[in-house]
């Protein structure tokens, strides 16, 4: 019902800067909640940023004065500006969307997940 599509990410050296990017598409009433989640190797899945439709954003310790999510609710996308990168921002970076269909019925998704490496 809901499909998240990424792009962004890549390879750049500590200190540097990515973004990335995630649109939103399909049948649903409305998303709520959107954000970014990461896994780094033989790591559990970690919350990076999390945005409330009204824009309220929670971010993990770890990135907080570093990374910037922002969300364009008109389009249906969530970005995420990560400067001043460490190795440790290694990781896959999965967008995630929580919707609430047309039969009133939430449905959280998530995308195919990003590449992210930080060389020091």
């Known amino acids: 019902q809901v499909q998240l599509v990424e792009s962004g990410g890549g390879l750049v050296q500590a200190g540097g800067s990515l973004s990335l990017s995630c649109a939103a598409s399909?049948?649903?009433?409305?998303?709520?909640?959107m954000g970014w989640y990461r896994q780094a190797p033989e790591k559990p899945r970690e919350s990076v940023a999390r945005?409330?439709?009204?824009?309220?954003?929670v971010y993990a310790d770890s990135v907080k004065g570093r990374f910037t999510a922002s969300r364009d609710n008109a389009k249906n996308t969530v970005s995420l500006q990560m400067n001043s990168l460490k190795p440790e921002d290694t990781a896959v970076y999965y967008c995630?969307?929580?919707?609430?269909?047309?039969?009133?019925?939430?449905?959280?998704?998530w995308g195919q997940g990003i590449q992210v490496i930080v060389s020091s």
């Open positions: 995630y969307a929580e919707a609430t269909l047309p039969n009133g019925q939430t449905y959280s998704s």
């Open positions: 399909g049948v649903f009433f409305s998303i709520n909640a």
């Open positions: 945005i409330a439709r009204s824009g309220s954003t």
